[in-house]
């Protein structure tokens, strides 16, 4: 089975430019979050999107946002770019359903650079 | 709010050797679930362990088991035969159990800090 697929895995770009990055869940997982990480705040919660919608929401501003596709896929994408933007941005999928606390699998993560 | 601390910012431990990282909790919660992951250079997170608060037994996976303790909110990492592809960085995570009417589980993990375990040969 493959893994959950991001992507790119690096990007590049300038302060006040927008950036959509992609993530493809495991075959089967309906939930994808997003997470951002970086060295001064560490592993911070975005949101969470299950059936198209969005069901937890981390404490980030309205610059942040995703959509999840009919076929679980997902975007991110952040407006107007900052340089404390710069992160590690880890997607993960998970199933759901009846089974709580099931685990959530990452992929590799996109690393967005601000200039 | 959930909060998750690593006291230990760095381990290192010599091949062979058992090493435990330290991880505690803070929550009002009763049920909810805890993962250790961990975050080699390649830097995809990658589960390690998972243990169910309700569950009174330590979960293990081969060389890994915790030692839960819930009272206490301590949920250390016990990596037995360390190997050198261990080196990686550690993080305790906490999820609390979350269903809406229709009973679809939501979950959002808070993360601890990390510490970076080096595995020397």
């Known amino acids: 089975k493959a893994g959950v697929t991001q992507t790119p895995r690096y990007l590049i770009k300038t302060r006040g430019q927008q950036v959509t990055l992609s993530c493809s869940p495991i075959?089967?997982?309906?939930?994808v979050s997003w997470y951002q990480q970086t060295p001064g705040q560490g592993l911070q919660f975005l949101f969470e999107?299950?059936?198209?919608?969005?069901?937890n929401k981390g404490n980030f501003p309205g610059r942040f946002s995703g959509r999840q596709f009919s076929n679980s896929r997902s975007e991110m994408n952040v407006s107007t770019l900052e340089l404390g933007d710069s992160a590690l941005y880890l997607c993960a999928s998970r199933t759901t359903g009846t089974l709580p606390g099931s685990p959530l699998h990452f992929g590799n993560g996109t690393r967005l650079t601000v200039t | 709010a959930q909060t998750v601390t690593q006291s230990q910012p760095e381990m290192s431990v010599q091949e062979a050797e058992t090493v435990t990282l330290s991880c505690t909790y803070d929550?009002?919660?009763?049920?909810?679930?805890l993962f250790w992951y961990k975050q080699p250079p390649s830097r995809q997170m990658i589960l390690v362990i998972r243990q169910e608060a309700y569950k009174q037994q330590n979960a293990t996976e081969n060389r890994f088991s915790v030692n839960f303790q819930k009272a206490a909110k301590s949920f250390s990492l016990k990596i037995s035969d360390s190997q050198l592809g261990d080196t990686a960085m550690y993080f305790c995570a906490f999820m609390k159990h979350v269903s809406d009417a229709g009973g679809t589980s939501y979950g959002k993990l808070t993360f601890g800090q990390g510490t970076i375990l080096t595995v020397h040969p």
């Open positions: 075959s089967g997982h309906r939930s």
């Open positions: 929550t009002s919660e009763n049920n909810y679930y």
């Open positions: 999107y299950f059936s198209e919608t969005q069901r």
